[in-house]
Every structure is written in structure tokens, then in C-alpha cells.
């Protein structure tokens, strides 16, 4: 009668279908590049001539060198008086630059040379690879034959890789353990550099602060002694002697979060200061006023005196062009007005442009502009009216910031034919297999794990014939046949999935009348589903996003503590049923003694909350942890085996004692830094030979019966000690990744999960009716909290700047981002990836028969792969779909990239890192699972 | 199921109902009395828990009175316990039980996330306003170990009609005032800035509002179930 087939198939087609529904909806929602459909052939890319009849001519250079000094991660107080003396005494102006997100540095320099906001996918393609712009400053100073110089980031050859006419780079900017090498090359390109003097624009951008805040957070000792060299370098460029008309801009291109990450939205990384240094300046500077970092690109173009760039959607910044005469810089604002202006033309029309505010801003700015030009044409300069000029500048600043909001407002552009398609994907796949996990009879009754080929059939030809009408009818666009082809095979899928899902839906709705209804087959008691509930609807608030920790961990708390509390009443009216009210309170203290585990791991959980604030004490903690992990991991292996693995344990020891991180001997630096490499050998060694004594099970089993004469192993056991293995190396693999405080999480983990599934047992034993199904919901998704909860406790959220990049590299000596992206993947979700192993282990090792259930039919191990892998995914992907949907909603929203757009990034890369586990236990089940 | 119009039994649990939520009004009265809600938190300062307090005592004089008129018909277990209710033993017993309850909110709240190390005297605050809604009207109504017994088994013979009748109603007040405290956390997360988003301001407001939402509910169904006696006389 029990339904027992394994299931691991139809849900990894489910999930992979619904990863790729993911792709296309952030395909749909962040467009990679929007300005390729905008027509910017219509944009005239040359300088005005003529205003109102009246001949310009172009203003020369007004500098004969500019100095960028780009400080990576230089938040705005960094640049104080005390940190930085010289910077700060001798800068003419103090302005401070508004960032937008995503702060990181790709989409910033872009935004520092083309003038335009970057798009939120950019942060994807800024660890990786790298597209090639198409127009900058750059490409205009390389039109005209200047000589630009290039020092730094090798981010920046990735963006021009032809527009510099000399360049030094640093190997590889992602290699965040550097902190001195590079910038001290940097230093030694700018002495060499000064000496030429040949360039027009000298860009030097120095990595070692990012690389600082990185590893070792803003709070480090080393940060100010950078910032001291910063400052020395700063020094040199001022002091030069023969450097005669000169402009140096200090910047930074982004700020630096408490902690030391950036990447996200508050005020101590999206404000950077800007300081300017040249040799005569005029005024003392005023006020801080701030600017945004697009309108470095057109002010920068004037001050070169090439042309705007043509993606340019910022304003002059009037501080910067008070070294132009009056006629140039009125010449400064006529250009960048119109070039504004003619971009508001292609983006709004002409009709909406011609009937705005700005438009007569700009026409009475150009007026006056005009009678300006004629005395100073005349006389000297001197009969021009300073009420003229003022006005005019006023009226060009304004009708320019009016445009640029505008436009920078305007660059959101979804594409909603991917939109619709990935939602429809993901929507009904993640429908799917909830009802097919709930309603048992009904995935008989219709065949819903099963492929339908005339169904399916059916659907490719709805699919294809919709996919040609719309084609016809000019709703989808697609830019070649092939792409319209391919469109096919998402949409057939969708409509087959929705198909069955609605088919479902009514069955459930309207049962037929000659059947009872539709029950279902598992549980669902109602604290679960609250929680879960209340987790999933959270999502729509800003804030609960921003603080998703706290509801994971009221909720995860609460649950664990009423299941608790609800198993001691229990245990103490059953206990109590003889003995009629005598002794309650003895028994009561009994009972509670008995739990005493589970309010320990309450205590150890509220513990782990303050785990940054360990820090003190890490040489103990680290110790102490590798101790539990190792005795929890002897729980899995034999001897030889857990020798091992304490062996590796000991190595990450000496790895982060040499490291410095952890006490350890005191041994001289060239001689730590010639072991490292050794000790991290000899830990992978010891990793290769706890893996190896586990697959030492599956060997063919003829060798072993011959030499030992043993019994051949039952091929679970093979699949259990096979996943014991491979947890167990996991295990070891992020204790050498995790930071030092957060090891103890580890172990922690395994404790939690165990005492959680003991408290699961003796909460199911205890109900008067026993069930194995209840027992595995409350399993699953107590499993899902306390990984949650734990993957929180390590530090992260739902902001980009809390991705620890540092245990990527561990052991590199180069970039190599298919390693680095692994290590970083597996530091951070360890809790998720370790916690969905530890419940299958437990599911197929676990006998009920030491809590007091004998016999059970089917054997509870079973339910491995047709229970436990299809509910844990529809869990999965339920939130993950229901937030999909949410973000359609929510795409004009104030925080969406601020708040909502990271949180999208995470939740469907965790979809994906649970795909890859799951791919990789479904591959172990096939293969040595060969009972069924 | 109620087969006979009992007045005296309705009588009492809308009395008992209505004493519930005068108390929070006369709470929530105060509160807007004093307009800043920071001393919530405060043992000394603040009258909440003595209000509660008294509404629960009276509700056990409430229940006592009623019970008066049983008085005649008691056997001869619930005679003893009547007996015993001021003996030492039992005070001691009922005191070192609402003594260690306080003791596991307090625990309940620092696992849900209190700070643990500071704040105490709110935590304190809180776990007593807890206890007060929860614990204490069982046990000033039975006693300690009659209390243990009420919680922990099936049917307790010693329990007369009365008192069963208020215990009902109490269970509501506690389902109530848990689950408001727990739902009142609701606000901490929210980025609001207001002042009472502190805790464990919400917490208390949610324990108040939950008790007043419970006995609400139990009116209803004392309402409802009258009105439903009331008008099957009436048809007949």
C-alpha cells in the first residue's frame, strides 16, 4: 500500500527546471546591457560651434596633467586630518561623491569614466570576466592622441585593454592577501611617471586598503598606517618640483562598510570624498557639498577638452571649473546642457522634451549665454555682466541636474517577456512538486512524476504555435531565428507544468463526488506551517529582509522550545496516569532532567549569536572546536579514519597558528612563510586519506572476503558509509576555511541537529497515535531552521558586502576563479550543504528501535529518497518562488536594489548550491543504492 | 454542550471576562496617562504589574465567591483540599511555583532573544506580567501542587464545578497573553524609529492586548452559547 518509490529523479528535473526559470527571470529582471537598444547614433558626438549664431570655438586643455589618485574602499572619513595630514591640509576642495550601488569596483570605474550608472548585474560579471566598453574618456583621449598612463587595478586593462598608452598592472586584483606589493608598484610607476611628464592624464589606483578591509575589517591597525602611505605618495606628487599647471583628484571609487566589506547601500559606502589639488588655488574651501561620481566623466572631459562621453548622463561640477575663464567655462555648461538635453530628446521625444521646465531653462540659459559672449568678444572681459553669468550658470546647473535625475531614474528597463516566462517556470514547477509531495494519491491518480509524451507533445505544439503568433503579431522580439526557436522548449515546459498543476489544483478543489476527498499524505502540524508561513510572507518587508536573521532566529527558537515543551507535558501526564497526582513534581524534575540536552543546545544556540564578540579568546575556541568536531566526527569513522582526521584538525591548527591568527611557537617569518605551503600539503593529504578509507567501502567487495573473510556489506550500508565520507570531508575541508571564531559552528551545528532529531524522536514517540511521516516534517523542517539559523550565525545576510572572499584564497597563490568560487560557496553555505548531507545520513543510519518503536513497515530509512530529498526541495523552492513573484511586485520600489535585488541574488544561488548537493546525493543514490 | 440554562455558571464567566478586560483597560488607561511608554520596563516604576496583579486576585475572589454556593455538595477530596489551602505547605509550594515559572520566562525570553548580558530588570518585568497572566490565578485559586496537578493531568477530582469554570476561562487569558507577547516581537525588526519599538515595551503590550483578544474570544462563545440556550427555550 505505501507508496515507496524513490523520487530522486522527478525532483532533480524539478529543480533544475526551476533554476532555469531562475536564469530567465534575472535575465528578464536585470538586463545586461540596456543602452545597446537605445539609439545613440541620433546623439551628435561632436562639441557645439555656434550658440544662437554666435561662433564658439573649442576651449583648449586647461591643465597640463591630471593626476586620478584613486584610493580603492577610501570611505570619507578615512580622508581626516589625523590619518592623512597632507592630504587633508593642502587640498584647494573638499567635496564629497555619492555612489551608487552596487559599490563595487567595476561598475564604479565605469561609472568614473563613461558618466553613466551601472547595472546591478555588473557585481555578477565584476568577479568574473569583463565586457569591453564601447565609449569613455578614455577611447576620446586615445581619438585625440593623448598620452594616458595607467597604474593599478588590473580591472581597468579588463575595460580598456587598448586605450592606455602605457600601463602597469597588478597581476591579479582579486587576490585579496596582497596588501603591500602592488601598491608599492603603483608608487614606483608614479616616481618614474613623474619624471616623463609627458601625459595628460596619469590614473593610479591603489588596491592594498580594499585588501585590508577585507581580510582584516575597517577596525584594523593597519588601515591607518596604509592610509599614512597613501599620504606619503600624495606627498610626492605636490612636492614635484617643474609641475607647473597641474590637477590631482583624490578619490575613492567606493566606501567601506563596517566590518570592512562593501557592495551594499549604507552612507559609509556610498560616500567617498573627492579632493582637489593644484597649484594655485584660489579660494579656501568651504563647505563640503556633494556631488554624484557620474559627474566626474563630463567634468573630467571638459578639463582634458575632448568630448563628453556619449553614455554621459551627469552634471559639471562647478568647483572644478573655477580655474577656467569665464568664457570657457560658460563654454563648459553650454555642452554638457546640450548634450544632456539631446539625450532627454532621444529618451523622452521632442515633444515631451519641448513642452518641460528644463527646456526653458536651457533655452533662457543659452540666451543669456549669448549676451554674455558679445562685450566679453569686444572689450577685455570687463563689461561683461556678473548678473548675466550668474544667471545663466544658475539656469545651466539646474535644467542639468533636472536631466540627469531624470535620466539616471529612467535607465530601468525590464525585459518582461523573460519576466513572465521564468516566474510561469518557477511558479509552476515549485506548485508541482508541492502538490505531488502532498497529495500522493493524486501523483498516482495523474502520473505527475511521471513524463507524459503526448501531453508533452501537445504542449510543444501549443508552445511553438503561440511562440509563431506572437512572433507575427509582434509581441516577442527575438534578435535570430535560433533564439526564437529556442524560446520553444521554456514555453512547451511552462505550459505542460501548468497544465498539471492546475489539473491538480482542481482535483483538489472539487473532489468528484463518488470518491472521498483527497487527503493528504503527510502531516502538516500547525506550529511548522505557522513558522514556515510567517518566514515566507516576511519576505515582503524591507526590513525584515535587512534583519532576516532575527525572524530565523525567533522562529527556529521557538520551534525547537515548543517542541520541547509540548514533549515534556507529555512525558509527564504519561508518566503521571499511574500515579494520580502523588509525587507530580518528582516526576516533573525527572522528566525535565531528561531533556536537559535539548535546553542545553537553547543555551549553546543563544550563545552563538554573540560569537563575533569570542574574538579574545580564539586561540581556545579554535582548539576546543576542532576537539568536539573531531569527537563528532570519530561518531562516523573507524580507527584509522578518525586518526586522519584528527590529524587534519591538528594541521588547521598549525595553518592558522602559522597565520598568526591563533597563538602558536614563535618561529621566524621566512620560516612561516616557506611552511605554509607544506602544512597546507600535508592537510590535503590527510583530507585525500579520510576520503579514501570511506571509499574504501565501495571497492569491489571480492578483495576484502577473500583476505578477511568478511561478510559482503549490505549495499545501504555502502551508501551510508559512502555519505558519511563524504560529509565528513566536507566537515574538514570548512573548518579549514571557516574564520577562526566561526569554527566552532561546526561541531555546534552536528550537536544542534542531533539533539534536534532526538527531541523530534521523543516528541513523535510520545503523541498517541504514532506517525512516521510527522516525524520526518518535523525533522525537515526543523533541519531547514537551524541551518538557516547557522548560516546567520557565521556572519552573513542578505547584503553583498558580508560575502567573506577571504577563504578563497587559502593555499592561492593566483586568481583562479573556478577555486575561489568554490571555497567561497562552501565557506558560506557550509551550514546549508552540511546540514541537508547530516539529514540524509541521519535518515538512512538512524533506528527507531533505541527510542522504543520495533517494528515499522516500511523501515524508516526509506524514506531517504521519497519522502525526505522532494519535501526538502519543495521547501526550498517554495520561498525562493513565492520571493520571485514578490519582486515583480516590488520593482519600482524605493530599496529594490538596494534591498530586494541582493536578497533575489542570494536566495536563487542558494536554490543553486542545494541543486549541486542535491545532484551529487542523487548521483550516490543511483549508483549504490542497489536494494530497491 | 450546554443542555440547561445555567445563569449562575453564565453569570460568573461574564463576570470573570469582565473583570478581565476592565483590568486592561484600566492598563491601558494608565499607560495613556503617563504618554511615555520607556518605563514599561521599569519594577518601580511602573503600575502594570500591581494592576494585573489585582485583577487576578479579584477574579480568584470572584471565583471563590461563586463557588460559596457549592459549598453543600463538595466531596469529601474536594472538602480536604479546601482545607489545606492555607496551610504553610501550600503557600510555600504555590510561591516557589510562580517563583521558578518566572524563572523559565525569563530563560524563554533570553533564548527568543533578550540580551543576555544587561536589561534584566525588563526581562524580569516581562516574565512577571507572563506569570501573572499565566500561572498565577491557577495557583492562587488551588494551591501549588493543585495547580502541577490541573496542568499535568487528565481530570483532577478535586477541582469543584466553580473553579472548573474559571479555569477555563484562565487558560484562555494565558493562550492569549503567549501568544501576544510572542506576536508582539512582530515590531522589533521594523525600521520605524519609534520608541516603542524597544523592548520589552511590544512584548508587554502584546501580553495585554493577547489576554484582552483571549477574553474576547471566550465572551463570544459564553454570548454565543446563552443565546443559543436562550433561543431554543423560546422555540419550545
Known sequence: ?932 | MVSRFDQQKTKHQLFHVSLSLATILICMTYMQYRRNWAYLGNFWDSLVVPIVFIGELLKVVLARFYGRIEDGVLTIKQRQKKAAYFTARELAGGFTLQFLCTLLYAFICIILGAPVLGNYEETFVLSLLMTLLTVSPTVFLLGGGGALQVCFCEKPDFVTKCEDTALNLFKYNALGGILGAWAGSVVAPLDWGRDWQVYPIPNIIGALLGSAMGNIYACTHVLYATARVYMTKKRA
Request: aromatic fraction near 12%.
Open chain 1, 1 to 932: 500500500m505505501e507508496h515507496q518509490k524513490s523520487r530522486m529523479g522527478y525532483t532533480l528535473c524539478m529543480l533544475t527546471l526551476f533554476i532555469c526559470g531562475a536564469v530567465l527571470f534575472l535575465i528578464g529582471f536585470f538586463p545586461a546591457s540596456y543602452t545597446a537598444s537605445e539609439a545613440e547614433n541620433s546623439i551628435p558626438n561632436d562639441r557645439p560651434t555656434t550658440i544662437h549664431g554666435v561662433r564658439l570655438e573649442t576651449p583648449p586643455p586647461s591643465y597640463d596633467s591630471l593626476i586620478l589618485f584613486l584610493v580603492d574602499a577610501l570611505r570619507e572619513d578615512f580622508a581626516s586630518a589625523t590619518s592623512m595630514p597632507v592630504a587633508f591640509s593642502r587640498a584647494c576642495e573638499k567635496l564629497t561623491l555619492h555612489v551608487d550601488i552596487p559599490t563595487v569596483t567595476m561598475p564604479r570605474l565605469k561609472s568614473i569614466t563613461t558618466g553613466t550608472l551601472s547595472n546591478f548585474i555588473d557585481i555578477a560579471l565584476n568577479v568574473g570576466h569583463t565586457e569591453q566598453l564601447e565609449d569613455s574618456l578614455l577611447h576620446r583621449l586615445k581619438q585625440r592622441n593623448r598620452i594616458v598612463s595607467f597604474a593599478g587595478d588590473h580591472t581597468w586593462i579588463n575595460l580598456f585593454p587598448s586605450e592606455f598608452t602605457r600601463h602597469a598592472e597588478n597581476n591579479d586584483s582579486f587576490f585579496v592577501n596582497d596588501f603591500y606589493e602592488g601598491d608599492r608598484n603603483v608608487t614606483r610607476v608614479l616616481e618614474s611617471e613623474l619624471e616623463l611628464k609627458d601625459w595628460s592624464l596619469l590614473i593610479l589606483h591603489y588596491l592594498g586598503l580594499d585588501h585590508i578591509g577585507h581580510v582584516e575589517g575597517n577596525a584594523s591597525p593597519k588601515v591607518q598606517h596604509k592610509l599614512k602611505e597613501m599620504d606619503e605618495a600624495l606627498q610626492k606628487i605636490l612636492d614635484h618640483r617643474n609641475f607647473p599647471n597641474y590637477l590631482v583628484l583624490l578619490t575613492g571609487d567606493h566606501g567601506m562598510a563596517e566590518g570592512g566589506g562593501h557592495g551594499g547601500n549604507t552612507p559609509a559606502e556610498t560616500l567617498v570624498p573627492l579632493y582637489l589639488y593644484s597649484k594655485n588655488c584660489s579660494r579656501p574651501s568651504s563647505g563640503s557639498k556633494r556631488y554624484n561620481q557620474i559627474d566626474l566623466a563630463p567634468t573630467l572631459a571638459v578639463l582634458l577638452s575632448v568630448e563628453i562621453p556619449s553614455q554621459s548622463i551627469g552634471c559639471l561640477i562647478p568647483e572644478m571649473l573655477q580655474s577656467l575663464s569665464l568664457e570657457h567655462e560658460m563654454y563648459a555648461y553650454f555642452y554638457n546642457a546640450q548634450h544632456l538635453l539631446n539625450k532627454a530628446r532621444v529618451k523622452f521625444g521632442h515633444e515631451t522634451v519641448r513642452r518641460s521646465d528644463y527646456y526653458t531653462w536651457y533655452q533662457n540659459a543659452t540666451l543669456l549665454h549669448r549676451q554674455l559672449l558679445l562685450p566679453l568678444r569686444d572689450g577685455d572681459g570687463s563689461g561683461a555682466s556678473q548678473v548675466l553669468y550668474q544667471n545663466a550658470k544658475l539656469n545651466y546647473i539646474r535644467m542639468a541636474r533636472e536631466i540627469s535625475g531624470l535620466l539616471s531614474e529612467s535607465l530601468v528597463r525590464f525585459d518582461y517577456g523573460f519576466i513572465v516566462l521564468g516566474l510561469s517556470l518557477t511558479t509552476a514547477t515549485s506548485l508541482h512538486i508541492v502538490l505531488s509531495v502532498l497529495f500522493l494519491d493524486l501523483t498516482e491518480q495523474l502520473q505527475l512524476d511521471r513524463l507524459k509524451t503526448r501531453q508533452l507533445l501537445i504542449c510543444l505544439a501549443t508552445a511553438s504555435l503561440l511562440n509563431v503568433a506572437s512572433h507575427v503579431l509582434d509581441i516577442i522580439f527575438t534578435s535570430s531565428m535560433f533564439y526564437g526557436i529556442l524560446l520553444v522548449v521554456p514555453l512547451a515546459l511552462s505550459i505542460y507544468l501548468t497544465f498539471d498543476v492546475a489539473q491538480a489544483l482542481l482535483k483538489v478543489a472539487l473532489p468528484p463526488l463518488y470518491t472521498r476527498r483527497l487527503k493528504l499524505s503527510i502531516p502538516l502540524p500547525l506550529p511548522l506551517l505557522m513558522c514556515f508561513g510567517i518566514r515566507t510572507f516576511t519576505l515582503g518587508s524591507s526590513s525584515f529582509i535587512e534583519f532576516e536573521y532575527k525572524t530565523w532566529y525567533y522562529l527556529g527558537n521557538t520551534l525547537i522550545l515548543l517542541t520541547a515543551l509540548r514533549t515534556l507535558r507529555r512525558r509527564i501526564t504519561k508518566a503521571n496516569v499511574e500515579l494520580d497526582g502523588r509525587h507530580l513534581h518528582k516526576i516533573a524534575s525527572a522528566c525535565l532532567w531528561q531533556q536537559r540536552k535539548i535546553f542545553v543546545v537553547l543555551i549553546l544556540l543563544t550563545l552563538m549569536r554573540y560569537l563575533h564578540r569570542f574574538h579574545a579568546i580564539r586561540s581556545t575556541l579554535l582548539l576546543f572546536s576542532l576537539m568536539l568536531l573531531w569527537a563528532r566526527l570519530r561518531k562516523f569513522a573507524q580507527l584509522p579514519q578518525s586518526c586522519a582526521s584528527a590529524a587534519a584538525c591538528l594541521v588547521v591548527y598549525c595553518f592558522r597558528g602559522l597565520n598568526g591568527q591563533v597563538q602558536f611557537f614563535e618561529l621566524p617569518s621566512y620560516l612561516t612563510s616557506r611552511l605554509m605551503v607544506p602544512t597546507l600539503v600535508v592537510f590535503w593529504c590527510c583530507l585525500a586519506l579520510v576520503l579514501v578509507l570511506g571509499y574504501r567501502a565501495a571497492l569491489p567487495q571480492t578483495l576484502f572476503d577473500k583476505r578477511f573473510g568478511e561478510k559482503p556489506m549490505p549495499p545501504k550500508s555502502v551508501l551510508l558509509q559512502l555519505l558519511q565520507a563524504n560529509l565528513t570531508s566536507s566537515l574538514l575541508l570548512a573548518a579549514l576555511l571557516q574564520k577562526v571564531q566561526n569554527v566552532i559552528l561546526l561541531p555546534t551545528l552536528l550537536i544542534a541537529l542531533d539533539e534536534t532529531y532526538k527531541l523530534c524522536d521523543a516528541f513523535g514517540t510520545s503523541a498517541r497515535k504514532f506517525s512516521v511521516r510527522l516525524l520526518h516534517v518535523y525533522k525537515i523542517i526543523m533541519t531547514i531552521f537551524v541551518s538557516r539559523m547557522f548560516y546567520f550565525y557565521q556572519g552573513n545576510s542578505n547584503s553583498l558586502s558580508t560575502i567573506d572572499l577571504t577563504p578563497g584564497y587559502i593555499g592561492q597563490t593566483s586568481y583562479n576563479p573556478a577555486i575561489v568560487g568554490l571555497f567561497v560557496t562552501l565557506n558560506t553555505y557550509s551550514a546549508e550543504i552540511h546540514s541537508f548531507l547530516y539529514l540524509i545520513v541521519h535518515t538512512l543510519r538512524s533506528d527507531l528501535r533505541s527510542v522504543g518503536i520495533m517494528q515499522l513497515q516500511p523501515p524508516y530509512s526509506v524514506a531517504a529518497d521519497s519522502l525526505i530529498a522532494p519535501l526538502y526541495a519543495s521547501l526550498v523552492m517554495l520561498p525562493a518562488a513565492f520571493y520571485l513573484c514578490l519582486m515583480v511586485g516590488f520593482r519600482y520600489h524605493l530599496f529594490i536594489y538596494s534591498v530586494f535585488s541582493p536578497k533575489v541574488l542570494y536566495d536563487c544561488y542558494t536554490v543553486l548550491v542545494f541543486y549541486f548537493v542535491f545532484v551529487i546525493t542523487t548521483l550516490y543514490f543511483k549508483l549504490f543504492k542497489r536494494d530497491a
